[in-house]
């Protein structure tokens, strides 16, 4: 007959998986980032984006592959 497990058995080889801080705070850091990408993708699509006027260049660069200023024709 084998002697019943006792608590300091149990902690001796690591202890209960549910009783594991950093596995609690590892699935509350999952759950809150699930959370803020539904909230970021509900209020998106709930709100407009609304185009702004700007001057089609960045850093002096076009934007696009063709630019909305002409130069004059010879």
């Known amino acids: 007959m ?3 497990r ?3 058995s149990q902690a001796g080889a ?3 998986w549910y009783r594991q801080p950093i596995l609690w705070l590892g699935v509350a850091v999952f759950i809150a980032s699930l959370a ?3 909230w970021i993708i509900t209020v998106s699509a709930r709100h407009a ?3 702004l006027e700007t001057s089609h260049t960045v850093f002096g660069v076009p934007a696009s592959a063709r630019s909305s ?3 004059d024709a010879p």
């Open 6 to 8: 006792t608590e300091s």
């Open 36 to 38: 803020g990408c539904i």
């Open 2 to 4: 084998s002697a019943p």
């Open 14 to 16: 690591g202890g209960q």
């Open 69 to 71: 200023h002409r130069a």
């Open 49 to 51: 984006d609304v185009p």
